[in-house]
C-alpha cells in the first residue's frame, strides 16, 4: 500500500522531469542545427589563427628578418629611406626594429591604400611592402569575426556564441549521469553498443570534457562583439588619476580607437588629449622613441603619429603578457606625457578581459596556450560532427526528426527563470530565442504540413 501511494504521488513529479527533458531536448537539437555551422567556422578559423606568429613569421620572413649588422640607422634616416621610395606615401605609425635580426615597419597610405612599408634598420633598404587589409591572417580574422560582412556578420558570430553557452548548458542537462553507475557514456564512450550510442557518448562525453574550456573561449571571445563587447568596453572604463596635467581629463572625448588601430583592448575607450601647439614645433621621431624607452615600454610597441595639430603621439605596447602592455599620450610640441596607461592602471574587470583576451589569442602561456586553444577548437568539431551524424542515424524519412514537444508543456519555474536570466545577460539571444517562441507557439504548432516535418 506504501509503494502504490510513493509511486501515484511520484508520477506527476516523474512527467514533469520527462516533460522538461524531452523541452530541453528540442531547444539543443534546433540550436545545434541553427548554430552549428558557425560554430564550427570559428573553431577552424580559430585554430589557425593562434598560430599567427609562427605561420607570419615564415609567410613574411623575407619582410621581418634582416641580417644583423653593426650600427643601426636612425628612426629618422629610415624613414628617409622609406621616403624616397614611396614619395607620395603619407606616413602613420612606426614600429622600430625591436630585435637585432628584425627589420623596422613603416604604415602608410599610399595611393588610397594601407602599406606596412618594411626597412632594413642596418642599411636602409626597402624590403618591401604588404597591404595588411590582405594578410592571411587578417583575412581569417575577418572570417572569424565578421564572416567577411562586416556588421551584419558580426552579429551573426555573436548570436552565435551567445548560443554556444546555451548549447552547453542544455548539453549538461542532457549528459547529467541521473542515478547511473558506470563511468561508460559519462565521462567515456562505449564502445560495443551499436552505432547510435557510441556516437551519441562521442558528442556528449566530449562536450563534457571540454566544456569548461569552450565556456571559457565563448566569454573571452565577447570583448571583440560589436554588441555585448562595445558595453562590456565601456564598462571596464579607464581610471581616474592616470593623466598627468593635475588630474584633469584631456579637453578631448575622442576614444583612442577612433584615431589609432589596434591599440591594447582596455585602451580603446581611453579619451585622447590634446597637444598644445609651441613655438618650437613638433619634437623629432628620435625624441618619441627615447620618452617611450624612458617609460619602459616593452619591445616591439608602436608609434602613431600626430593627427592634426592638436593630436599626440600614441605609443602602444601590445605584447602577449597582458601585464607589459602599455599606452601612452604624448604632447607632440612639449614631449610631456599627457596620459600613461599601464595593466596596474586597469580596473578589475579590465584586468580580467585582458588576461582573457591573451588566452583566448594562445598568447599567454606561448605554445602550450596555443595547443590547448586549437585542441579545444578541434574538440568543438568533433561534438558538432558527431551531432550531425547522431542526428542522421535516428533522423526519420522525410522528417527533420526533432524531439516532439509534449503537449501542455509548462515551462518549470527555475528553467524560466534561469532563460530570463541568460537573455538578460545576453540580449541577442534573448531577442532571438523570443523569435523562436513566438514562431514555435504561433506558427509550428498551427501549420500541419511544417509540424509533420520540423517535429
Known amino acids: 500500500m506504501s509503494i502504490g501511494v510513493e509511486l501515484g504521488n ?65 628612426v629618422q634616416e629610415q624613414i628617409q629611406k622609406m621616403n624616397a621610395a614611396y614619395p607620395e606615401a603619407k606616413l602613420n605609425k612606426v614600429k622600430p626594429s625591436f630585435a637585432p635580426n628584425r627589420s623596422s615597419e613603416f604604415e602608410v597610405m599610399s595611393e588610397g591604400k594601407s602599406l606596412l612599408v618594411y626597412i632594413n634598420p642596418y642599411d636602409g633598404q626597402v624590403l618591401g611592402d604588404i597591404n595588411p587589409d590582405t594578410k592571411l591572417m587578417q583575412l581569417i580574422r575577418e572570417f572569424h569575426g ?8 558580426d552579429r551573426i558570430i555573436e548570436l552565435s556564441a551567445c548560443w554556444a553557452m ?27 553498443k551499436g552505432k547510435r550510442t557510441f556516437w551519441r557518448d562521442l558528442h556528449a ?33 579607464y581610471p581616474e ?55 619602459g615600454l616593452a619591445p616591439g610597441y608602436q608609434i602613431a603619429l600626430p593627427a592634426g595639430e592638436k593630436g599626440v603621439y600614441t605609443l602602444y605596447s601590445t605584447t602577449a603578457d597582458p601585464k607589459q602592455q602599455t599606452t601612452l599620450h604624448i604632447d607632440q610640441y612639449s614631449g610631456n606625457v599627457l596620459a600613461d596607461q599601464r595593466f596596474q592602471d586597469f580596473s578589475f574587470m579590465a584586468k580580467a578581459i585582458t588576461i582573457g583576451i591573451a588566452l583566448h589569442q594562445g598568447e599567454y602561456f606561448g605554445v602550450t596556450n596555443q595547443i590547448i586553444c586549437l585542441l579545444v577548437c578541434l574538440g568543438i568539431i568533433l561534438v ?55 514562431l514555435d507557439g504561433l506558427v509550428l504548432r498551427r501549420v500541419p504540413a511544417l509540424k509533420k516535418i520540423l517535429g
Request: charge should be positive; glycine fraction near 10%.
Open 205 to 237: 562525453v566530449t562536450a563534457f570534457w571540454l566544456s569548461l574550456f569552450i565556456a571559457a573561449l565563448i566569454v573571452t571571445g565577447l570583448p571583440w562583439s560589436g554588441f555585448m563587447g562595445t558595453y562590456m568596453n565601456k564598462a571596464a572604463t
Open 10 to 74: 511520484g508520477e506527476p513529479q516523474q512527467t514533469k522531469v520527462r516533460n522538461l527533458y524531452a523541452a530541453v531536448w528540442r531547444w539543443h537539437f534546433y540550436a545545434g542545427m541553427i548554430f552549428a555551422p558557425f560554430l564550427v567556422i570559428l573553431a577552424v578559423t580559430g585554430g589557425i589563427y593562434v598560430f599567427k606568429p609562427q605561420i607570419e613569421s615564415l609567410m613574411y620572413k623575407d619582410y621581418y628578418y634582416v641580417q644583423q649588422g653593426q650600427q643601426q640607422l636612425t
Open 166 to 192: 546555451i548549447l552547453l548548458i542544455t548539453g549538461l542537462y542532457l549528459w547529467w549521469p541521473r542515478g547511473k553507475q558506470s563511468i561508460y557514456g559519462i565521462i567515456l564512450p562505449r564502445m560495443n
Open 384 to 438: 558538432a560532427a558527431s551531432g550531425v551524424v547522431m542526428w542522421w542515424l535516428r533522423k526519420p524519412e522525410g522528417r527533420v526528426g526533432a524531439p516532439a514537444l509534449p503537449r501542455d508543456f509548462k515551462m518549470v519555474k527555475w528553467v524560466a527563470l534561469m532563460t530570463i536570466g541568460l537573455g538578460i545577460v545576453f540580449p541577442l539571444v534573448g531577442i532571438s530565442l523570443l523569435i523562436v517562441l513566438i
Open 241 to 295: 588619476g592616470m593623466f598627468s596635467f593635475d588630474q584633469r581629463k584631456p579637453e578631448s572625448t575622442v576614444p583612442t580607437k577612433d584615431v589609432v588601430k589596434n591599440v591594447p583592448w582596455a585602451a580603446e575607450q581611453l579619451p585622447i588629449p590634446n597637444s598644445t601647439p609651441g613655438a618650437n614645433g613638433s619634437i623629432s621621431i628620435e625624441q618619441v622613441i627615447n620618452i617611450g624607452k624612458s617609460k
Open 146 to 153: 565578421k564572416l567577411m560582412i562586416g556588421k551584419t556578420g
